[in-house]
């Protein structure tokens, strides 16, 4: 008897120490889910669940605060010693964001809709073919701009391997991103918009209509905030693909069968080189306002290097030809079916090739921001690859592309260069000067696609074109 007493209060302790509390919105009661609250004084933090609950030790933290934040929500703090009377709290919602301007009109036949990003889905031939990550973090990955205007986003779709939980709960993100640099700028979603999976190998389709965010004309970030499954147990899997076995002198394709693990949903993912996606994909861990590159985030949280080795993981991994995984992640946006009419003209396919005939390399010279062009101005004519400069990062007005035919003609002839070593200094020292001092401020909008530089006591005029960006040459001194 005494001990089923003894029992009976050590349930009744351990209930009121260990509470359940629900977060819900004010407005509609509904539960929040997956809110992150911070333990202040303390420096804990949970997540809530798919219904809004989390567990706190009242006792533990009884003279400690709160800190409770989701999207979609003005953030609250609030005195543990306040929770005893109240088992929920209330979340205020704040005020649907409007556009800042009208880009598309919504009438018949004035606007396209069009999809920008990865729309294939993962190739599962290969051993690892999806991704997954932790309850609460974020991964951001680039969606570049190709139709190089503004437009209106409709749908995210996330492709869903049958890996894991497909069920499993993530969230969506939508952030801007700069001019100046391919990273994750301010948040543009306003809501907290939570989908799942059934059994996988789909596409799940986020609908963001009612958000009305503008998508510039250098693309978006779109973020996934992995959710572990409410098992919470680390699933075994098995994968089961296709390979090829050498024995001896013949080769047998055979099929491999593989274990893996994790806790939430898997994400379909394809391989494609590091050089080209560098920049394009971040992470951000839970709770944490850092956002880290990719690179670094392999080098500190997957491979736990010490941070003096980092630095040579990175040097390898862009001297290498590394593959990384991009998650199959793609957008439906509305633009406007006529374009902006621009006075440039395009050197592709003209005379430039006559002194050289260069194929197009984004992995060597990327052009997916301002900072991108001018530092790929500066590789390309430190290593002497200044047609392909000419011909693949500029764009030139009126007869301007006649007059840069004749000038290296001209040189040429002249010296055996197509400019002296003089002169390529001088242009590498004015680029150099021109990343120094770039800020956002320096750049104007003038329209659609035309950007106005000011930089060193001069304006240079950028176009965003198919999503590069390019320089208009007028002279070149």
């Not at 005494?2 to 349930?11: I, N, P, Y």
């Not at 009884?62 to 934040?69: E, G, Y």
């Not at 799940?204 to 978006?220: K, P, S, T, W």
């Not at 790929?376 to 007005?397: G, P, Q, T, V």
């Amino acid at each position: 008897m005494f001990k089923l007493l003894t029992l009976l209060v050590f349930l009744i302790v351990h209930g009121y120490q260990f509470a359940q509390i629900q977060i819900i919105d004010s407005l509609s009661s509904e539960p929040v889910p997956f809110t992150h609250i911070r333990i202040v004084k303390n420096n804990k933090n949970v997540i809530s669940n798919h219904d809004g609950y989390f567990y706190l030790d009242t006792l533990r933290f009884n003279d400690d605060s709160l800190i409770i934040s989701s999207i979609g929500f003005e953030t609250k703090k609030i005195a543990v010693n306040n929770l005893h009377s109240s088992s929920k709290i209330q979340l205020i919602p704040k005020q649907q964001q409007q556009l800042d301007e009208v880009v598309v009109v919504q009438k018949k036949g004035k606007y396209k809709l069009k999809k920008l990003g990865i729309t294939k889905t993962p190739r599962k031939l290969f051993p690892q073919y999806g991704m997954t990550s932790q309850n609460g973090t974020i991964q951001a990955v680039y969606i570049p701009n190709n139709y190089s205007a503004p437009g209106v986003l409709k749908y995210v779709n996330v492709y869903i391997t049958d890996q894991g939980f497909p069920n499993a709960y993530f969230r969506i993100h939508v952030y801007d991103v700069s001019l100046l640099e391919i990273k994750p700028g301010k948040e543009l979603t306003s809501s907290n918009i939570v989908e799942s999976g059934t059994k996988g190998n789909e596409w799940v389709q986020f609908d963001l209509i009612d958000e009305r965010i503008m998508i510039r004309e250098n693309g978006c970030f779109v973020g996934i905030e992995w959710f572990e499954n409410t098992d919470s147990k680390p699933y075994q899997d098995t994968l089961i693909y296709k390979a090829t076995v050498n024995n001896g002198d013949y080769h047998k394709d055979t099929l491999v069968t593989e274990v893996k693990s994790g806790y939430g949903v898997v994400l379909g993912a394809r391989y494609e080189l590091y050089q080209n996606n560098k920049n394009k994909i971040w992470y951000k861990l839970p709770f944490a306002g850092e956002w880290l590159k990719w690179s670094v985030y392999m080098a500190k949280y997957k491979h736990e290097l010490h941070d003096s080795l980092i630095p040579y993981f990175m040097q390898q991994v862009d001297m290498t030809d590394h593959s990384i995984q991009v998650p199959c992640i793609n957008i439906t946006a509305s633009f406007p079916k006529v374009k902006a009419e621009l006075n440039y003209t395009e050197p592709q396919n003209q005379k430039l090739n006559q002194f050289e005939n260069i194929e197009e390399d984004l992995s060597k010279y990327p052009q997916s921001s301002v900072v991108e062009l001018f530092s790929s101005f500066i590789a390309a004519f430190e290593n002497d690859d200044i047609i392909y400069a000419l011909k693949y990062l500029c764009i030139y007005r009126n007869n301007e592309l006649e007059t840069m035919i004749t000038i290296l003609e001209d040189n040429y002839t002249t010296t055996g260069n197509y400019f002296s070593d003089t002169v390529k200094n001088q242009i590498i020292k004015k680029f150099n000067e021109i990343l120094e001092n770039l800020s956002v401020d320096s750049l104007t909008k003038i329209d659609s696609q035309h950007y106005e530089l000011k930089a060193n006591n001069r304006i240079f005029n950028l176009f965003i074109v198919d999503g590069k960006w390019k320089l208009q040459i007028i002279t070149f001194e």
